[in-house]
């Protein structure tokens, strides 16, 4: 019905960039909307943590440890969201996660893609 696909993971060296993109897609027959989306992380034994989130009025929110280093964006003819990440750290390794906030069929859910590897080596 719903589906998140994450592109833009890999390995980089510190100091590094990379650009993850997700594109949410849904089934023919539905009418939805996109409300907040976000980046999403989870380092191995860690919880998984909020790194940037976006509203539908493209108002933004970093974690501490990201800001001034990624910036995210979206494109809502596209229903794209987009992690710039500038000079990577090793700290930054983790599954990235998309996540966006639907309204389907008047049904507000959360959804997630199925996460990208980020690894970033020292």
């Known amino acids: 019905q719903v589906q998140l696909a994450e592109s833009g993971g890999g390995l980089v060296q510190a100091g590094g960039s990379l650009r993850l993109s997700c594109v949410a897609s849904?089934?023919?027959?539905?009418?939805?909307?996109?409300?907040?989306m976000g980046w999403y992380r989870q380092a191995p034994g860690k919880r998984r943590e909020l790194v940037a989130a976006i509203s539908s009025g493209d108002i933004t929110n970093y974690a501490d440890s990201v800001k001034g280093r990624f910036t995210i964006s979206r494109d809502n003819a596209k229903n794209a969201l987009y992690l710039q990440m500038n000079s990577l750290k090793p700290e930054d390794t983790a599954v990235y996660y998309c996540?966006?906030?639907?309204?389907?069929?008047?049904?507000?859910?959360?959804?997630w893609g199925q996460g990208t590897q980020v690894t970033v080596s020292s």
């Open positions: 849904i089934s023919t027959g539905y009418t939805f909307r996109i409300n907040g």
């Open positions: 996540n966006a906030d639907m309204t389907i069929d008047y049904i507000r859910g959360d959804y």
